[in-house]
């Protein structure tokens, strides 16, 4: 009689554990069960943090585009530069020379025409003298210009308001059309703030929106910057795009480098 009721016991238990299966909640058809739940950026929230990092809004070689002998570097690496400073120099003794003779050439022609401007007017000289010296002194004139300008391209000077990465060359090295690079230039004012955010945020994100830059340990607090590049491509294996933000750098105070967060305002 105890075997038979615990056998009934037994019985009914396991019909009453299959009514409770039958009441477990079933995913949708138009659900994944397997996908995880996503929230903040990646469900298309542009409130939550993304990562990102600091780079330089502008990186050039500079170096000369004739070839010569340096003769001075007046800047190293981590050195702080001015756009139109000068650099480097080429040696340029024998162009500062045709300067002169281009100089005293015209200065000559100046008196030559000056002189016989009276001449011309008593019928003295004709008219076609009087060209050939004004056309010797137009011509002058143009090949000062043209030494002056030889001149020049023999002073090296920065294209931009920056910081020095690396010196490649140095005083008395040859500078020639397979290496013309003397100097590598960093503008890191403004900074360019790269981030890559989920495709899911594509339409949410627009150029000219405000971002909250986040820079700790390095620097406290947050830093405010502006949306200036959403990316019109998307990434279809990684499903991301990118976004470049535009973060003012007075006195280039941030390093760029710098792993960061962003957050973007709705």
Known sequence: MNSWTAWIAGLVLAFAALGAGAQLPQPSPGMDARRPVTTGPAAGKPGGALECLLEPSMVVNVGSSVDGVLEQVLVDRGDHVRKGQVVARLQSGVEAAQVKVSEARVEFSRRKVERNEALFAQQL??????????????????????????????????????????????????????????????????????????????????????????LEPFFPGTHAAKVTVVDKLIDAASGTLGVRLQLPNPNNKIPAGIKCSVEFAN
């Open 125 to 214: 000289i004709s008219a076609q003298e009087r060209d050939e010296m004004v056309t010797e002194a137009q011509l002058n004139r143009e090949e000062l210009r043209r030494n002056q300008e030889t001149l020049r391209l023999r002073t090296i000077v920065s294209p931009l308001e920056g910081v020095v990465v690396e010196r490649r060359l140095a005083p008395g090295e040859s500078v020639r059309t397979d290496k013309p690079v003397v100097l590598r230039l960093a503008q890191i004012n403004p900074l360019h703030v790269e981030v890559i955010a989920p495709a899911a945020l594509f339409g949410s994100l627009r150029s000219g929106m405000s971002g909250r830059v986040n």
